[in-house]
C-alpha cells in the first residue's frame, strides 16, 4: 500500500492474554520503529529495525514485550501476559535511513495510524 | 541524558492569530530536528525538518520553524491560525542512534 498499514486498529483483551499487533511498512523502506503513546504522555520510544535485526530494542519495557521482523517487511509487536498499564495506541512508523555522517539516522518518519490496546 | 522539551502542554490560539510552539532540546551536538502533527483520530505527519544549512525551515500548511542553536530551540510558528490546525502537535529530535525522541506534545485549541 502506500502507507504504513497496522492492525488491528482497536484491540480489546482481558488482563493476562497475549496479544499480537502488526505493522506492513512503506514499500522499499528499510527502517521500522515502533513507538506507544499513552494519555498525555507524549510518544515512547520501544524498538527499532534496520532489515530484520533490531539493533536498538532498548524501550522495551519488560521482557513481557517483544517484535520480530520477516523478510525485511512486516513486523509483530507482541505483548505476552498483558497488563493495564500496556493500555495505550501502539505506533509503528517506517523509514527510509539516511547515514549521514555519525551514522544517525536523518530519514523522515512515516506513521501508521496506530493499534489502541486497553487491556481490561 | 539527550531530552526534548515542548514546555507548553496545551495552547489556545484565536483563529488568525499568530502561533508559536516551543521546543528545547538537550543533545551533545547539533541534532536533526522535526515538528509533527497529529489530527484527532490521525496518523502523525510531518510537517517540516531541519537537518543543515538556512536556520528558518518551510514546512507545509503554512508552517515554518526557526533553529536557534545558542538557545537549543525550535520553536514552531505560523502567522494566522486556521480552525482545521487543531491537532496535537509534537517535536522530535534526531538522536545518534537510529530513534528519534519526541517531546510529550503541544495541544493546540483553535477558539472562533
Known amino acids: 500500500g502506500a502507507g504504513v498499514s497496522q492492525s488491528p486498529s482497536n484491540k480489546v483483551t482481558e488482563k493476562g492474554k497475549d496479544v499480537e499487533l502488526r505493522c506492513d511498512p512503506i514499500s522499499g523502506h528499510t527502517a521500522l520503529y515502533w513507538y506507544r503513546q499513552s494519555l498525555g504522555q507524549g510518544l515512547e520510544f520501544l524498538i527499532y529495525f534496520q532489515g530484520n535485526s533490531a539493533p536498538d530494542k532498548s524501550g522495551l519495557p519488560s521482557d513481557r514485550f517483544s517484535a520480530e521482523r520477516t523478510g525485511g517487511s512486516v513486523s509483530t509487536l507482541t505483548i505476552q501476559r498483558t497488563q493495564q498499564e500496556d493500555s495505550a495506541v501502539y505506533l509503528c512508523?517506517?523509514?527510509?535511513?539516511?547515514?549521514?555522517?555519525?551514522?544517525?539516522?536523518?530519514?523522515?518518519?512515516?506513521f501508521g495510524e496506530g493499534s489502541r490496546l486497553t487491556v481490561l | 541524558a539527550q531530552s526534548v522539551t515542548q514546555p507548553d502542554i496545551h495552547i489556545t490560539v484565536s483563529e488568525g492569530a499568530s502561533l508559536e510552539l516551543r521546543c528545547n532540546y538537550s543533545y551533545g551536538a547539533t541534532p536533526y530536528l522535526f515538528w509533527y502533527v497529529q489530527s484527532p483520530g490521525q496518523g502523525l505527519q510531518l510537517l517540516l525538518k531541519?537537518?543543515?544549512?538556512?536556520?528558518l525551515v518551510q514546512g507545509i500548511k503554512g508552517f515554518e520553524a526557526e533553529f536557534k542553536r545558542s538557545q537549543s530551540s525550535f520553536n514552531l510558528r505560523k502567522p494566522s491560525v486556521h480552525w482545521s490546525d487543531a491537532a496535537e502537535y509534537f517535536c522530535a529530535v534526531g538522536l545518534s542512534g537510529y530513534a528519534l525522541n519526541f517531546g510529550k506534545g503541544t495541544s493546540l485549541l483553535v477558539t472562533p
Open positions: 512508523a517506517s523509514s527510509l535511513v539516511f547515514r549521514a555522517s555519525g551514522g544517525r539516522n536523518t530519514g523522515e518518519l512515516f
Open positions: 531541519y537537518f543543515s544549512g538556512d536556520t
